[in-house]
Each structure stands twice: as C-alpha cells, then as structure tokens.
Nanobody
Framework: QAHLEESGGGSVQAGDSLTLSCVVSGGMFSRYAMGWFRQAPGKEREFVAAISWGGSRIYYADSVKGRFTISRDNAEKTVYLQMNSLESEDTAVYYC???????????????????WGQGTQVTVSS
C-alpha cells in the first residue's frame, strides 16, 4: 500500500509559475506510473499529465501542453508538475496518482490508478 502526499499548491497571479511535488511512501515507486489530475469547482476530475515508470512515456492534456512539465525522481520517490504561464482556468485541486502496474497504457484514464493523494489547492487570479 502506497501513501501519496502532494505539496506546492498556493495562490498566484496569472502568468506565474508553481511546482507541485508528490512524495510516495510505501510500495515501489520506481515501478509505478504516476499521474496528475485536477478538479475545478463544480467540474469532474480531469487528467493533466502522466509519466510511465521509466519516464519514457509522457502524456499531457491538450489544455496544459507546452505550459506544464511532469518529471520524476525515483531516488527521491517524488513526481513533480512544473506549471508555467498559469491561467485562471488552471484553478483546481490537483491530485497525484500512482498506477502500480507502471503504465504505459491508459495513463490518461482515472480508473487506471490504484493510489491517490489528498490533493493540493492551486488558485490562479487573473
């Protein structure tokens, strides 16, 4: 059983940057594919970005492509989401998720993931 804990959220202005981190304890992080999802008020949770266990496959939602970067540090058991050029539409609770089978298929699908963090709030003011 893995435990995921996100950090790095906050309130920023449009155009600013933030980096989210997700530390994984327990389980075998180096074998997990990792994903980021977000849920805005009144909306369903949506896919943001994902990375396969070895980092060879990376996926982004069209809405964040070119602005967000997902990366992982297996030694630190941490996955990151670098978010640049933030927009008010990026305001949401951001969740980290782990797929214990490592991907690389269906990583854009919420149901693929086995473990979830509690989320971290990102608020972007225009």
């Amino acid at each position: 059983q893995a435990h995921l804990e996100e950090s790095g959220g906050g309130s920023v202005q449009a155009g600013d940057s933030l980096t989210l981190s997700c530390v994984v304890s327990g389980g075998m992080f180096s074998r997990y594919a990792m994903g980021w999802f977000r849920q805005a008020p009144g909306k369903e949770r949506e896919f943001v970005a994902a990375i396969s266990w070895g980092g060879s496959r990376i996926y982004y939602a069209d809405s964040v492509k070119g602005r967000f970067t997902i990366s992982r540090d297996n030694a630190e058991k941490t996955v990151y989401l670098q978010m640049n050029s933030l927009e008010s539409e990026d305001t949401a609770v951001y969740y980290c998720a782990a797929d214990k089978y490592g991907g690389p298929c269906r990583l854009t699908t919420e149901g693929t993931y086995d473990y979830w963090g509690q989320g971290t709030q990102v608020t972007v003011s225009s």
